[in-house]
Structures are given as structure tokens and as C-alpha cells.
């Protein structure tokens, strides 16, 4: 499945919203990041690996409203949702702990 990315808040909801009961997988990254360039071709593969997952990329730097919804900090952050509700998180380009809280939660 190909990464979604939402350039605003209002894009974000409508996917959330149109997504209830789904898994979603939202990457906060910014362009200027190290290991979120790192991470982002392992991310893109999840997606393909997993197609029951939605994933989001969101832009640290052009969604501040999502950012502070979500009170990311650090980069690159994963936060899994359910049905609009944050369920988990990952902090930092750990791809063990990402990939075992998708099967986790799937």
C-alpha cells in the first residue's frame, strides 16, 4: 500500500475519520532529519509488507497543528491510532520495536 501523506489537519481527520476500526501508522518526520531519512524507504516497505496498515507521513514542519495534537518531540516518531484514539508509540528509528507493535496491534 502506498504511504499517504496529508498536508493539513483537515486531510489528516478526513483520513482518520474514514478509516474507524483500522490500524493506522502515522511517521512524524522532518526532511532535515538523519535517521528519519533512514527510516523512510524501511517505513515504505512496512507498508507493502502489511496492506491491513494504512501508513502516514506527516512533516514536522508543515503540520504543526498534528504535531502538537500529538505532542511529538522527537524525530522520527510513529504513533499508532485506532479509530481517532492514539494507541501507541515509537520513538526514534527503531524498526524492531516499530515492526512488533504493527503486529501487535494489527
Known sequence: MVVQEPTDVDAFDDILSKNKGKLIVVDFYATWCGPCKQMAPKFARLSE??????????????????????????????????????????????????????????
Open 49 to 106: 509488507e502489511h496492506t491491513d496498515v494504512l501508513f502516514l507521513k506527516i512533516d514536522v514542519d508543515e503540520c504543526e497543528d498534528i504535531v502538537s495534537k500529538y505532542d511529538i518531540k522527537v524525530m522520527p516518531t510513529f504513533v499508532f491510532v485506532r479509530d481517532g484514539a492514539q494507541i501507541d508509540i515509537v520513538e526514534g528509528s527503531v524498526e524492531d520495536q516499530l515492526k512488533t507493535k504493527i503486529l501487535k496491534h494489527k
